[in-house]
């Protein structure tokens, strides 16, 4: 065992590999964040447009167009009308919103997350 004088504690190289990991998870963090936050608009709007009044007497197309205006206000970048589906339902219509996004990370190394929202709008 070394004497308490030569222990010196991390070495220059472990250090580096310490603030490389640190790096690592702050970028991811960096990258995740606009993700969730653009999620959770869509959650919102979603949720705001099935607790409409005004949506129990619209068409489908009206209420698509209605969406979307309301994402495009708020800047949402990543849902098309691809991935937006109205189904019948017993008690009105189901409006779902599935949609994943691809961030760049490292060289050829994406990030990619998949969403699955719905609501339903009452008639």
Partial sequence: MKSIRHQ???????????????A???MLGLRLTPIYLENFKVAS?????????DTKNMSEDEI???LFKRLDLDDVEHVTQEDVTIEQSDRGLMLYIDYEVRSPTIGN????????????IPR
């Fill in 109 to 120: 190394v994406d990030i990619v997350v998949s969403f699955a929202e719905k609501a339903e």
């Fill in 45 to 53: 709007h979603l949720e705001k447009l099935a607790k409409d009044p």
């Fill in 8 to 22: 010196s504690g991390l070495t220059p190289v472990s250090i580096i590999v310490l603030l490389a990991i640190g």
């Fill in 64 to 66: 698509l167009t209605k």
């Fill in 24 to 26: 690592f998870f702050i």
